[in-house]
């Protein structure tokens, strides 16, 4: 496995995502990546999962310190208190002692960034979680945070695959050396039957899923967590890393619509 370093942790590059997964189907499914060697596993209060997912990491007896648990405070918290609150639960349900990274779920227009990022580095400095960062923050935000505020940021999580272009805000994170973590790598599944993939992976002897995931991996600074409740799926998407991707492979890639944004709630951020 390939990690990015970041803000003194190590971010295995390929995680598992697994919103929409609960209960025992959740467990199983978590049980059987790290079984396969998944070390990066990514939930979040909003998930409902964070149970199930400690249950499996009990299971697994995995050294704490080779294993990267994300989860996040939902929106609805983001006042110190309730960032406490919401904190205290997710690592009791996680049964662990400390998270490696807790993230800002989705940014909300009458937050106090100062006072929640605050309360977040305090966590940090308590040795509770081991890094802090952000989800589904634009450039403008994500500025904030980093030079005004100056919160050591670990990452942004955002939604970024062959069909969504995140250039600008690449480019920014390029410049103060903060990971890009992808969600929706695979845009919600649709990438296993994009043709243009399917026709680059017959090539490779690999399925357009990895084609998808490889373009993600193949570039500087990005960490990609798809979701896959399947075994068999699980296990492509780790082989994912050991597939070559050519030029012309980038270029058939790069003429793909770059305008499928899946996850896009309303009052969510302004993204440009
Ligand atoms: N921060 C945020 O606001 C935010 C928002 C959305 C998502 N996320 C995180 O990102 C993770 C991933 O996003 P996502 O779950 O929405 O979408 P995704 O990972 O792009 O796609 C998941 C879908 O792809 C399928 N799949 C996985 N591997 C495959 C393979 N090798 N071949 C064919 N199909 C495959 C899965 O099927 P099966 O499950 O049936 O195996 C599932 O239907 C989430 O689970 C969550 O952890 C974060």
Same mark, same amino acid.
């Given at each position: 496995m390939e990690y990015l370093q970041t803000q003194g942790i190590r971010l295995p590059r390929l995680g598992l995502g697994t919103f929409r997964m609960q209960g025992e189907a959740c467990r199983a499914a978590v049980e059987s990546a790290l079984a396969l060697g998944y070390r990066h596993i990514d939930t979040a209060e909003m998930y409902g999962n964070e149970e199930a997912i400690g249950a499996a990491i009990a299971t697994a007896r995995i050294a704490r310190s080779d294993l990267h648990v994300t989860t996040k405070v939902w929106h609805e918290n983001l006042a110190p208190d309730a960032i406490r609150k919401a904190f205290d639960a997710s690592l009791k349900k996680l049964r662990l002692d400390y998270?490696?990274?807790?993230?800002?779920?989705?940014?909300?227009? !009458?937050? &106090?960034? =100062?006072?929640?990022?605050?309360?977040?580095?305090?966590?940090k400095e308590q040795g509770r979680t081991r890094a802090i960062g952000v989800a589904n923050f634009p450039v403008a935000l994500l500025r904030t945070a980093v030079e005004e505020i100056k919160a050591p940021i670990a990452c942004n999580q955002v939604e970024y695959h062959v069909m969504l272009d995140q250039t600008r805000l690449r480019k920014y994170l390029a410049t103060k050396a903060i990971p890009l973590v992808a969600y929706c790598p695979l845009? =919600? $599944?649709?990438?296993?039957a994009d043709p243009t993939l399917v026709a680059i992976g017959r090539k490779h002897g690999a399925s357009a899923a990895q084609v998808a995931l490889k373009w993600l991996l193949d570039q500087d600074g990005v960490a990609a967590i798809p979701k896959a409740s399947r075994r068999e799926s =699980?296990?492509? &998407?780790?082989?994912?890393? &050991? #597939? $070559?991707?050519? !030029?012309? !492979?980038? =270029?058939? #890639?790069? $003429?793909?619509?770059? &305008?499928?944004?899946?996850?896009?709630?309303?009052?969510g951020p302004d993204w440009d």
């Amino acid at each position: 496995m390939e990690y990015l370093q970041t803000q003194g942790i190590r971010l295995p590059r390929l995680g598992l995502g697994t919103f929409r997964m609960q209960g025992e189907a959740c467990r199983a499914a978590v049980e059987s990546a790290l079984a396969l060697g998944y070390r990066h596993i990514d939930t979040a209060e909003m998930y409902g999962n964070e149970e199930a997912i400690g249950a499996a990491i009990a299971t697994a007896r995995i050294a704490r310190s080779d294993l990267h648990v994300t989860t996040k405070v939902w929106h609805e918290n983001l006042a110190p208190d309730a960032i406490r609150k919401a904190f205290d639960a997710s690592l009791k349900k996680l049964r662990l002692d400390y998270v490696d990274l807790y993230l800002v779920h989705w940014p909300r227009s !009458d937050m &106090n960034l =100062q006072a929640v990022l605050e309360t977040l580095l305090k966590l940090k400095e308590q040795g509770r979680t081991r890094a802090i960062g952000v989800a589904n923050f634009p450039v403008a935000l994500l500025r904030t945070a980093v030079e005004e505020i100056k919160a050591p940021i670990a990452c942004n999580q955002v939604e970024y695959h062959v069909m969504l272009d995140q250039t600008r805000l690449r480019k920014y994170l390029a410049t103060k050396a903060i990971p890009l973590v992808a969600y929706c790598p695979l845009a =919600q $599944g649709r990438a296993a039957a994009d043709p243009t993939l399917v026709a680059i992976g017959r090539k490779h002897g690999a399925s357009a899923a990895q084609v998808a995931l490889k373009w993600l991996l193949d570039q500087d600074g990005v960490a990609a967590i798809p979701k896959a409740s399947r075994r068999e799926s =699980q296990r492509a &998407n780790l082989d994912a890393l &050991n #597939i $070559g991707l050519d !030029d012309e !492979d980038r =270029q058939a #890639i790069a $003429g793909l619509p770059k &305008n499928k944004r899946c996850v896009d709630p309303a009052g969510g951020p302004d993204w440009d």
